[in-house]
């Protein structure tokens, strides 16, 4: 950073809360500078420590929870940076430039709107971007590894192409973009192989940056829009750097997050969300990625287990189960044909790719087309049932789903493993299941549930236990035929369930 910018990093503003310490710097006799950062990442809804589990088993640090739901951060050293990329429950990534816990806004929207703007020439920004730098550069090795050997050949000068902290600003970035919804962000894709040609088409001259400032806004009692936030703080952005803005096309997204009165200024490190990861051929209700990898941990999968997806829409679940639990085995089924179809385009997919990187291309899955009422597997067979059910709105109807649910749990329980199978069902008709669980008294019994945010809609992962009652001998083997009547009335009488 300038001299000019490190003097006003310094400075703070009298009714600013000093931001809270998010990087240190070290040295490595052997590798040389290690920077230690904060790094914050977006998680599904309900599974945020679900996934500060993950880091604490892959990067062995503790993640702490926002206050903000769907965020966690942790600490990690620039010489392991890699790691971050592993996670597989995390949405986006970024590193945080600072992070107020209780950041004073002013009553005015106007001397808000001129606070804002103020703080960007007040930052610690050079770790930060130093990081950026550092991802960008192992996301070119990897792409190069993906190459064949002419593209290798290449890449070995290229790395140096990616400016250092201290040349980026001297270089031009964003403007702020934001979404009109306050309490929504708004996405655009980046086209990444235009900005790749973009940087390399401007190699031999000084290498224009540019950037954009998205601003993801959640309370009400500020006075000010996420557009409004977004635009005066990514204008002092850069009047600061001098970068240029790009909406699409940037090299460098700003983040400012707001929630009630916690502020977090961060630079992301991805440029898409990594939930699109396996899935290649999409349905109308395809679950993200990391949804179903956080089901998938609430069921521990263990070794040789048979794990059965009945209704596998595209196979997001069993495909991501056999990337990350490869020791278990994943049978796939949907009585939609067109379901089943994309489902084996998935698996083929992801087959190409691991083939295409030298990786054994085998998975351990099945794809099967079936009755999901009469499936074609022995009793007692299967170790665990994940399941994304109806909801009732975009795929079935509520109405059916009073018969769908109880015959879809008796069948569940006659091929699931008595006293150690287990079940993770996802559905948003909260009442229709609750019903027809209390009718399953004998077979299920209901263990833990984790509300989730899926698609707008509070929805809830259900974790059952299989009961050690041998299917067959109990009263709720029997399917009894409920008339419209009836399902009429358990619609009136029935509260919904929160």
């Given at each position: 950073?300038?001299?000019?910018?490190?003097?006003?990093?310094?400075?703070?503003?009298?009714?600013?809360?000093?931001?809270?310490?998010?990087?240190?710097?070290?040295?490595?006799?052997?590798?040389?500078?290690?920077?230690?950062?904060?790094?914050?990442?977006?998680?599904?809804?309900?599974?945020?420590?679900?996934?500060?589990?993950?880091?604490?088993?892959?990067?062995?640090?503790?993640?702490?929870?926002?206050?903000?739901?769907?965020?966690?951060?942790?600490?990690?050293?620039?010489?392991?940076?890699?790691?971050?990329?592993?996670?597989?429950?995390?949405?986006?990534?970024?590193?945080?430039?600072?992070?107020?816990?209780?950041?004073?806004?002013?009553?005015?929207?106007?001397?808000?709107?001129?606070?804002?703007?103020?703080?960007?020439?007040?930052?610690?920004?050079?770790?930060?971007?130093?990081?950026?730098?550092?991802?960008?550069?192992?996301?070119?090795?990897?792409?190069?590894?993906?190459?064949?050997?002419?593209?290798?050949?290449?890449?070995?000068?290229?790395?140096?192409?990616?400016?250092?902290?201290?040349?980026?600003?001297?270089?031009?970035?964003?403007?702020?973009?934001?979404?009109?919804?306050?309490?929504?962000?708004?996405?655009?894709?980046?086209?990444?192989?235009?900005?790749?040609?973009?940087?390399?088409?401007?190699?031999?001259?000084?290498?224009?940056?540019?950037?954009?400032?998205?601003?993801?806004?959640?309370?009400?009692?500020?006075?000010?829009?996420?557009?409004?936030?977004?635009?005066?703080?990514?204008?002092?952005?850069?009047?600061?750097?001098?970068?240029?803005?790009?909406?699409?096309?940037?090299?460098?997204?700003?983040?400012?997050?707001?929630?009630?009165?916690?502020?977090?200024?961060?630079?992301?490190?991805?440029?898409?969300?990594?939930?699109?990861?396996?899935?290649?051929?999409?349905?109308?209700?395809?679950?993200?990625?990391?949804?179903?990898?956080?089901?998938?941990?609430?069921?521990?999968?263990?070794?040789?287990?048979?794990?059965?997806?009945?209704?596998?829409?595209?196979?997001?679940?069993?495909?991501?189960?056999?990337?990350?639990?490869?020791?278990?085995?994943?049978?796939?089924?949907?009585?939609?044909?067109?379901?089943?179809?994309?489902?084996?385009?998935?698996?083929?997919?992801?087959?190409?790719?691991?083939?295409d990187k030298d990786s054994p291309s085998a998975l351990p899955i099945d794809t099967v087309q079936w009755d999901l009422?009469?499936?074609?597997?022995?009793?007692?067979?299967?170790?665990?049932?994940?399941?994304?059910?109806?909801?009732?709105?975009?795929?079935?109807?509520?109405?059916?789903?009073?018969?769908?649910?109880?015959?879809?749990?008796?069948?569940?329980?006659?091929?699931?493993?008595?006293?150690?199978?287990?079940?993770?069902?996802?559905?948003?008709?909260?009442?229709?299941?609750?019903?027809?669980?209390?009718?399953?008294?004998?077979?299920?019994?209901?263990?833990?549930?984790?509300?989730v945010n899926v698609g707008g809609l509070h929805a809830g992962v259900y974790l059952l236990k299989r009961t050690g009652?041998?299917?067959?001998?109990?009263?709720?083997?029997?399917?009894?035929?409920?008339?419209?009547?009836?399902?009429?009335?358990?619609?009136?009488?029935?509260?919904?369930?929160?």
């Open positions: 950073m300038s001299s000019q910018a490190e003097e006003a990093a310094e400075q703070t503003a009298d009714t600013v809360e000093a931001p809270i310490s998010s990087s240190s710097t070290e040295t490595d006799p052997t590798s040389g500078t290690i920077i230690t950062v904060t790094v914050g990442a977006t998680v599904p809804t309900g599974f945020e420590h679900t996934a500060a589990e993950e880091v604490k088993e892959k990067i062995g640090v503790d993640a702490r929870v926002s206050k903000d739901r769907g965020r966690i951060y942790f600490p990690i050293t620039t010489d392991k940076l890699f790691q971050v990329h592993l996670l597989r429950s995390v949405d986006n990534l970024f590193v945080v430039v600072a992070e107020y816990d209780h950041y004073q806004f002013k009553e005015s929207k106007e001397e808000t709107l001129n606070e804002l703007q103020e703080l960007a020439s007040k930052l610690p920004w050079t770790n930060a971007l130093e990081v950026w730098r550092l991802n960008r550069t192992l996301k070119k090795k990897k792409g190069h590894r993906k190459a064949g050997n002419a593209t290798r050949a290449k890449s070995i000068a290229e790395p140096s192409e990616v400016p250092s902290a201290a040349e980026i600003e001297q270089h031009e970035l964003p403007q702020v973009t934001s979404p009109d919804d306050d309490d929504a962000k708004a996405e655009v894709t980046p086209d990444s192989e235009t900005r790749q040609q973009d940087l390399e088409d401007a190699a031999p001259e000084v290498k224009l940056i540019k950037f954009r400032v998205t601003c993801n806004r959640a309370g009400d009692k500020h006075s000010f829009s996420s557009n409004e936030a977004a635009r005066d703080f990514g204008g002092a952005v850069q009047e600061f750097f001098q970068w240029k803005a790009d909406m699409t096309k940037f090299d460098i997204e700003v983040l400012l997050n707001i929630h009630n009165d916690e502020v977090v200024i961060g630079i992301a490190l991805t440029e898409e969300s990594l939930h699109r990861r396996n899935i290649s051929h999409f349905g109308p209700t395809t679950l993200r990625s990391t949804l179903c990898y956080g089901m998938l941990r609430l069921c521990k999968p263990q070794e040789s287990d048979i794990i059965l997806d009945p209704m596998c829409g595209t196979g997001a679940i069993p495909l991501e189960g056999a990337i990350e639990f490869s020791e278990s085995f994943y049978i796939a089924g949907d009585n939609n044909d067109m379901a089943v179809n994309r489902t084996v385009n998935n698996i083929c997919h992801i087959q190409k790719r691991r083939a009422s009469n499936l074609p597997i022995r009793t007692s067979s299967v170790d665990i049932i994940i399941t994304d059910m109806p909801f009732g709105k975009r795929m079935g109807s509520r109405k059916k789903n009073w018969d769908l649910y109880p015959s879809c749990l008796r069948e569940m329980a006659r091929v699931c493993r008595p006293g150690s199978g287990k079940a993770v069902l996802l559905t948003q008709d909260k009442k229709c299941f609750a019903k027809a669980i209390s009718r399953m008294g004998g077979l299920w019994r209901k263990l833990h549930t984790v509300w009652a041998v299917f067959g001998q109990t009263s709720e083997d029997v399917h009894e035929s409920r008339g419209r009547g009836d399902a009429q009335k358990d619609e009136r009488d029935d509260k919904e369930l929160c």
